[in-house]
């Protein structure tokens, strides 16, 4: 694994314990790059919620973000606008104030909407893509202090057959990329092709990679996001939200010889309601930090062909119980804050969950009970505050 450079954790650490502040970096699809700061000890108060910082330098469709936190490097993907013919891989120095300066900038596919650094065992530093409307996964080797070039490799996956959603899965839509815990394989979940593909790097050189047999879900689920989680006793299952159907599934993962095998293990509806198949869409799904929860957005509220759509003020976001086989229990199912959830970020004590919106161009913290796992509701104090920014909100980054 790629070693640290000391000086750089303790300029770090020094930093961190000299602010008054926590940090967030949100990503606005109109080019906006807002950094939001939470006062230390104020989490009570909204008014300790601000934005103090925008750039535009990420290009014209800001979709994700990765944080190099102890070299001090914010990585933010560009989508690309409606017009182009490729989105941008930008990065970016993160000031003692928390305001960004870009480092370097580089050619990325079109519509990338999610990428992930990983460190191999050849103490290199990976990062790879996946592209939406123009799906694709392209790879790169990431430079000393934010230097980037690339990408070394694009693959343009396809489908055999449209599925039981033509709209929607008409072809390959590559939509959320994760790492298995060896770091040895790369999965994708493909929202068109009803299927998390897998692949295997090159741990000197990343590229090529190369495409194993994948999970194949059920017809019309379409995958979206996922995670995986070890249970107590050492099984490792990956759980993943369908946006089409509206579930979240759990599949017992095994090694072979020849890569991964899944074994579907159960599903739940997303909702203490179900709705109609892809009237009411999940976004977001994530593991809370201590593993004993998975979270999920939903946008029943925001989403035009919903039965609820605009009869409140909010979407959704569940909560579920991990029990040891891998099953799921609903918790709750709280308030999101706005209209479309698109993402949400935990952070890494789990007390506290930063949701943006894309139909508010909102940034809203909640409180969030580590042990019940419960969010903790606007009436009892929950909501720690409410930034309103330039444009939609697609990805919120916390800088810890």
Excluded at 53 to 67: E, F, K, M, Q, R
Excluded at 167 to 178: C, F, L, M, P
Excluded at 227 to 252: H, I, M, T
Excluded at 360 to 385: D, F, Y
Aim: glycine content about 8%; some cysteine.
């Amino acid at each position: 694994m790629r070693g640290l450079d000391l000086g750089a954790v303790l300029s770090s650490a020094l930093l961190v314990s000299s602010s008054s502040a926590i940090h967030l970096f949100a990503a606005q699809s109109d080019g906006n790059l807002t950094t939001l700061n939470l006062s230390a000890g104020d989490t009570r108060k909204p008014s300790g919620f601000k934005a103090i910082a925008n750039t535009i330098d990420c290009a014209g469709n800001p979709s994700h973000l990765n944080l190099d936190f102890h070299n001090r490097v914010l990585y933010c993907l560009d989508r690309g606008q409606s017009n182009a013919t490729a989105g941008s891989l930008n990065s970016f120095s993160i000031s003692r104030n928390g305001s960004l300066s870009r480092i370097a900038r580089t050619t990325a596919p079109l519509s990338g909407v999610f990428a992930q650094i990983f460190d191999t065992e050849a103490d290199v530093r990976g990062y790879v893509s996946a592209s939406y409307n123009k799906s694709s996964i392209a790879s790169w080797i990431l430079g000393e202090k934010g230097a980037l070039t690339g990408p070394l490799e694009t693959i343009f996956p396809t489908i055999n057959k449209t599925g039981p959603v033509p709209a929607r899965q008409d072809r390959s839509y590559a939509h959320h990329v994760i790492l298995d815990p060896t770091k040895k394989f790369i999965l994708v979940p493909d929202l068109g092709g009803d299927m998390v593909r897998v692949y295997k790097y090159d741990p000197k050189t990343i590229s090529p990679l190369s495409e194993l047999k994948p999970l194949v879900a059920d017809p019309g689920t379409g995958p979206r996001h996922a995670a995986l989680w070890e249970s107590p006793s050492g099984d490792l299952y990956l759980f993943f939200n369908g946006e089409l159907s509206q579930k979240v599934y759990s599949y017992r993962v095994e090694y072979t010889e020849t890569g991964l095998a899944f074994t579907k293990n159960f599903e739940i509806v997303g909702l203490d309601v179900e709705y109609p198949a892809t009237t009411a869409p999940t976004s977001e799904l994530a593991v809370s930090p201590d593993g004993r929860f998975v979270i999920v957005s939903h946008r029943e509220k925001s989403f035009a062909t919903s039965p609820v759509y605009q009869t409140g003020p909010s979407d959704s976001i569940s909560t579920f119980a991990i029990n040891d086989g891998g099953t799921l229990s609903l918790v709750q199912v709280a308030p999101s804050g706005g209209w479309s959830p698109r993402q949400f970020s935990i952070n890494k004590n789990g007390d506290l969950l930063a949701v943006g919106h894309q139909r508010n161009n909102s940034v809203i913290i909640w409180k969030r009970h580590v042990a019940s796992g419960k969010i903790v509701l606007e009436e009892e104090g929950g909501k720690v505050g409410e930034v309103v920014v330039n444009g939609p909100v697609v990805y919120t980054q916390w800088d810890e």
